[in-house]
């Protein structure tokens, strides 16, 4: 089991590393990629739930959003019916990087998965939809303050 782990660990570290020297010509930097993306799939998200979709903490999330909304990609709202939710969206700017995202998202999927028919692929998806399930829940437990038993 653990090199599967680690194989799934040395992708993401990979793909990671080439986002972060390819994002820099749209002054994106270190990981700020995803939260853009998730912002503009998601119109409207709120940071919380945006940090448990990304699988960070709250704190981790608020940095990024700030330096995003800083940098001119996002902006906040605030909530038609409770001014104390601010709703995040991406501006122009962030529109404009979100379509070279995807480009990109899409070259990584057609190199990452040469060679694999389509029933192989849906059959990965579902297999690491299953990893990815069976993590949170352990996910969840420690982000509680709890400590797994090894």
Known sequence: MREILREIGMIARALDSISNVEFKEID???GQYLYLVRIRENPGIIQEKLAEMIKVDRTTAARAIQKLEAQGFIEKKDDETNKKIKKL????KGDHAYSFLKR???HSDKVALA????????ALLRYLQRVRQNVEVDWEFVK???????
């Open 89 to 92: 969206f991406t501006t122009e």
């Open 28 to 30: 994106l930097t270190k």
């Open 115 to 122: 060679g694999f028919t389509q029933e192989e692929t849906e």
């Open 144 to 150: 509680k303050g709890n400590k797994r038993e090894y």
């Open 104 to 106: 990109e998202a899409d």
